[in-house]
């Protein structure tokens, strides 16, 4: 390529920055909160998303740009931004969204909350003597007894913060002396953040209830002020693998540095926060002003998940029941879903179709069918240590069978519950291994050998979504159930290299990284890089340079090429003479879409494969991932299926513009992905019965 190409672009007009483009997606979760055609409650969830989405990724994408700024790295990114400059811009954005969500949670959610008779009280001066006495009861009973008043003095040295906890900054006074002291309240995250009066319609924030009894903690001193503080630690602490002898043991180190000794990266303060005490907070938690976020109203929005809780379904969504596949109906006979595989591939579309018809209905009848002589299951995410899979597993165990459980205790923020089922699964005699060192395992297989007339046969599920039956509710995934021969070969390869020692670099089906997902990606890539060229990807984050690049050339060459991509796009559409044939949407909804599709070619030639990986470096880098081919004609066209719903849609959908600019597609034949593909599962249920 000579130095004239129009791909010889300045590197800050190549790639947008990956922080950034993450408060993008934050913003487009909160523009759902501002939706005022969404039920009401379903806006309070998407507020409380957002807010837990923010506490993330301060504790980890902040944190980490912080350790840079003072490690001295001023090393520019991509995007041509250095730690300092990204810090900066991040605080501006913070606070503009911050304030978008204070403001339409107090113009707009609470007052339309209050007319649907669901109110928070958070003044006990509007209260009658009857609310105060019920609350002053529920204080001295459940409150009290577990609070626990530190004060700051010559005797007692600042306590210690714990990271995302809600807590009261108090200022008294002794009346004797006429000494100032601060004291440091904690709000019991383990009590419930609203408590209900008795009509069950009005809530009294926790802290609110606290803060009117203080008098109970600091008996005989004078009450001058009190406000609410929160802050946010780093929790991306890494383990050192080549110096944990048990990664078990190593783990558990980390939660308790995690809990104890992490920097702190924002303070959160109510805008009623006096000088003197904001000044002391920053002083003894190291920050400066410009980590400080002011908000008006109410902390720590993600809490709100609670009043979503609450027993109004006329302010949600009508609940979705997901469909069971008709090849998954086996009428009043033992279902065979093993004969159902030998008979063809499926391909199961959660939360559209049922997951517990599907993938645990896999495990379970692996787990007890007397063919079945092992399964072999990697683990990343799951709900609990109920979880139908895990009680699957441990039975199989029990049962004889050959079960290994490669469990990820490095899931970030899972790690604790990863750690609970992994000592489970080892008790009942499941053979748990960890990965490979330097590694987290994220891809989404499983495997189970039966045995049957002729040999061995083996069976597989490879998915995009965690074996979680909790979210596969709430995300939207993918996953192929087959009987493959190459597919089951490939995860026989793949799981002992996860489970033992391989250098296995091919496969005879599968992508996988890290090894050879981003040349193999790269090819298909080049392989369309022609006038006539069409290439469809759907995935959660495009961050990857040289994939960016790639795709920059594929379109100066001709092709065509729709990005599907529900969270981070480092990669700038629509450049004359460098992305002018790339387009970028955006869908963001009821449902987390979390599958990837990768679609390359048009028509009877297109090629498609679905997996566990996005096309960000860590993914293709430090992770093993899984992509596996889909070829079935029929399942081909259910995936064009749902990729040109998605490219149809202009009720969910946003694009990405040249400027790096997210806009609102315009609603014009009012298409909405997620409610059309309900209808097609409803459709597809009903058509063969």
């Known amino acids: 390529m000579d130095d004239s190409s129009p791909l010889q672009a300045e590197p800050e007009s190549r790639y947008l920055n990956r922080e950034l483009a993450w408060l993008d997606f934050n913003e ?71 304030g978008r969500a204070a403001a339409v949670l107090a113009s707009e959610i609470l007052p339309a909350l209050e007319k649907e008779r669901i109110k928070i009280v958070r003044s006990f001066d509007v209260l009658d003597p009857q609310d105060a006495e019920v609350l002053d009861r529920e204080f001295n009973e459940r409150i009290f007894p577990v609070l626990t008043p530190l004060s700051v003095d010559p005797a007692h040295p600042f306590p210690y913060i714990s990271s995302l906890s809600l807590n009261l900054a108090a200022i ?31 809530f009294v924030p926790l802290e609110v209830v606290i803060a009117a009894n203080l008098e109970w903690l600091f008996p005989g001193m004078e009450i001058v002020s009190h406000h609410a503080f929160r802050v946010t630690r ?10 944990a002898g048990d990664l078990l043991e190593a783990i558990q180190t980390v939660l308790r540095r995690r809990r104890r000794g992490a920097s702190t990266v924002r303070l959160e303060v109510d805008e009623s926060m006096s000088e003197e005490v904001l000044e002391l907070l ?39 029941i997901p469909a069971t596949q008709p ?30 018809s599907s993938v645990e209905a896999f495990i379970q009848q692996a787990a007890l069918d007397p063919a079945v002589l092992a399964i072999k299951q990697a683990l990343y995410r799951t709900s609990t240590q109920e979880s139908p899979i895990i009680r699957a597993l441990i039975r199989a165990a029990e049962l004889g069978k050959q079960v290994v459980a490669l469990v990820e205790l490095r899931a970030r923020f899972d790690e604790e519950a990863n750690i609970g089922y992994a000592r489970a699964l080892e008790q009942a005699g499941v053979h748990v291994v960890y990965g490979v060192v330097g590694l987290k395992t994220h891809a989404k297989i499983s495997l189970v050998v039966r045995r049957e007339h002729g040999g ?129 949407r955006s869908i963001v909804g009821r449902y987390l879409e979390h599958s990837r599709i990768f679609r390359f070619g048009d028509g009877d030639e297109a090629r498609f494969s679905i997996g566990s990986a996005d096309l960000m470096q860590r993914n293709l880098d430090r992770r093993v991932e899984a992509l596996v081919p889909v070829t079935d004609p029929a399942l081909t066209a259910r995936l064009d299926e749902v990729l040109e719903v998605l490219l149809a849609d202009d009720t969910l959908a946003w694009t990405l513009g040249r400027d790096g600019e997210w806009t609102k597609v315009p609603t014009e034949r009012g298409v909405n992905a997620q409610e059309r593909l309900q209808e097609i599962a409803v459709e597809r249920a009903r058509a063969d019965r």
């Open 234 to 243: 780093d929790a991306d602490v890494e383990v050192e693998e080549d110096e």
């Open 327 to 356: 090849r998954l109906v086996f009428g009043d006979g033992p279902p065979d879903l093993f004969g159902t595989l030998r008979a063809g591939d499926v391909l199961v579309h959660h939360p559209y179709d049922s997951f517990s």
């Open 456 to 584: 061995v046969r083996r069976y597989a599920h490879i998915g995009t979504g965690n074996y979680n039956a909790v979210t596969a509710t709430m995300y939207e995934d993918l996953g192929l159930l087959t009987a493959d021969p190459e597919i089951g070969a490939d995860l026989t390869d793949l799981f002992n290299l996860l489970t033992g020692y391989s250098r296995q670099r091919e496969y005879r089906a599968i992508l996988a990284a890290p090894h050879d997902l981003r040349p193999r990606m790269i090819e298909l890539i080049d392989q369309q890089a022609h006038d006539g060229g069409r290439i469809v990807l759907k995935m959660n984050a495009l961050v990857d340079p040289p994939i960016i690049e790639s795709l920059y050339e594929a379109s100066v060459a001709g092709a065509e090429i729709d990005l599907i991509v529900r969270g981070i796009c480092c990669l700038r559409p629509g450049v004359p003479g460098m992305s002018e044939r790339i387009r970028v």
């Open 28 to 98: 487009r979760v909160l523009a759902l909160a501002e939706d005022a055609a969404l039920p009401l409650l379903e806006r309070v969830k998407f507020l409380a998303i957002f807010g837990r989405n923010l506490d993330e990724f301060f504790q980890i994408r902040v944190a980490g740009l912080q350790e840079q700024v003072e490690a001295g790295i001023s090393k520019r990114g991509p995007d041509d931004r250095s730690p300092t400059e990204q810090l900066a811009e991040i605080g501006e954005r913070t606070k503009e969204l911050c």
């Open 172 to 202: 008294v006074r002794d009346p004797v002396t006429g000494v100032r002291r601060f004291a440091r309240v904690k709000v019991p995250p383990l009590l419930d953040r609203f408590v209900p009066l008795p009509d069950g319609e009005r």
């Open 282 to 320: 920053l002083r003894e938690l190291d920050l400066d002003a410009s980590e400080v976020v002011v908000t008006p109203g109410l902390l720590d929005l993600g809490s709100l998940w609670s009043l979503y809780g609450l027993d109004r379904p006329e302010l949600k969504h009508e609940v979705w």
